[in-house]
């Protein structure tokens, strides 16, 4: 039995393809301590690497959280600054996504009963 000639299918139809690819991914808010994180894990790193010849995930991971529990109130402070102008930047961003969803619904399906 010859197979079947399958060349033109598609696996979405474009004007559902479309529509789904479009909107643009927010990225989720960033907590202080991932700040923190991404600040100091090369030179925690290094220092890990220094007392250690294989590394370990979860005693880095360790290391890091003392780290961070080792930081005054002023140190942290830095960070949270920066995970909540992060979470300001997220709030806006979804606000944002909302309204423009509720704006296309509103085009594609108008209400009855606005005059």
Request: aromatic residues 10%.
């Amino acid at each position: 039995m010859p197979k079947e000639d399958r060349s033109d299918w598609v696996a979405v139809a474009p004007e559902f393809a479309a529509s789904v690819s479009s909107e643009p991914k927010i990225r989720p808010a960033v907590s202080a301590f991932t700040f923190f994180q991404r600040d100091v894990t090369e030179r925690v790193k290094a220092e890990y690497m220094a007392t250690h010849e294989k590394f370990q995930v979860g005693e880095f991971s360790k290391l890091l959280r003392e780290k961070w529990n080792e930081l005054d109130d002023e140190g942290r402070s830095k960070y949270e600054d920066l995970a909540a102008r992060d979470r300001m930047r997220f709030a806006s961003e979804s606000h944002a996504a909302d309204v423009a969803a509720m704006e296309r619904r509103e085009r594609k399906h108008p209400c009855s009963t606005n005059p």
